[in-house]
T-cell receptor, first 115, second 113 residues
Framework: DQQVKQNSPSLSVQEGRISILNCDYT??????FLWYKKYPAEGPTFLIS?????DKNEDGRFTVFLNKSAKHLSLHIVPSQPGDSAVYFC??????????????FGKGTKLSVKP | DAGITQSPRHKVTETGTPVTLRCHQT?????MYWYRQDPGHGLRLIHY???????DKGEVSDGYSVSRSKTEDFLLTLESATSSQTSVYFC????????????FGNGTRLTVT
């Protein structure tokens, strides 16, 4: 029973264009959402997060949008660069509900940015 | 750099042998976690700790135990390794335990033959 779903295993984008990575969740108790980037043979690196009291958070080229009614969040990368090629994980947590605030991860989306 | 060191980085072991993976942090964070990453599964929580000698089970804890006798070290033990435990294991730390990002180490690739 997946609580965090990334339905696109892969995405290919041209350099300079926008990359949009999507994530859906089922647990309405989730109140904190994050995106991680992972290169091969390295640990995941935190990119950006958003609290459920907001619907948008921006950090440089990265923007995360949260649609609570649709239980959907997305990560926009503008402009995309070849160095952005990596696997991106969506994660969520719930401060209440017995999970101790632990992060639940999606299965990841592999982004390829072509020069 | 979150000051996390995982050791060993790679290990090959035989089915039925005990294995211990070590996570060491230099920043005295209270919260530490062990995740495993497998193709098609993303990252799944094995065990976590919210202080010295305070640990709890995660989503996939069967076959694993942990210990935390010092703030800086969090050990993951496979008492009797099985082929299904072949995976990449990541340790992570958190400053707050909730509503804060985890920072991960570079992982240990474990192969059980």
């Amino acid at each position: 029973d997946q609580q965090v779903k990334q339905n696109s295993p892969s995405l290919s984008v041209q350099e300079g264009r926008i990359s949009i990575l999507n994530c859906d969740y089922t647990n309405s108790m989730f109140d904190y959402f994050l995106w991680y980037k992972k290169y091969p043979a390295e640990g995941p690196t935190f990119l950006i997060s958003i609290s459920s009291i907001k619907d948008k958070n921006e950090d440089g080229r990265f923007t995360v949008f949260l649609n609570k009614s649709a239980k959907h969040l997305s990560l926009h990368i503008v402009p995309s660069q070849p160095g952005d090629s990596a696997v991106y994980f969506c994660a969520a947590s719930a401060a209440k509900g017995g999970s101790q605030g632990n992060l639940i991860f999606g299965k990841g989306t592999k982004l390829s940015v072509k020069p | 750099d979150a000051g996390i060191t995982q050791s060993p980085r790679h290990k090959v072991t035989e089915t039925g042998t005990p294995v211990t993976l070590r996570c060491h942090q230099t920043e005295n964070h209270r919260y530490m976690y062990w995740y495993r990453q497998d193709p098609g599964h993303g990252l799944r929580l094995i065990h976590y700790s919210y202080g010295v000698k305070d640990t709890d089970k995660g989503e996939v804890s069967d076959g694993y135990s942990v210990s935390r006798s010092k703030t800086e070290d969090f050990l993951l033990t496979l008492e009797s390794a099985t082929s299904s435990q072949t995976s990449v294991y990541f340790c992570a730390i958190s400053t707050q335990g909730y509503n804060s990002p985890l920072h991960f180490g570079n992982g240990t690739r474990l192969t059980v033959t």
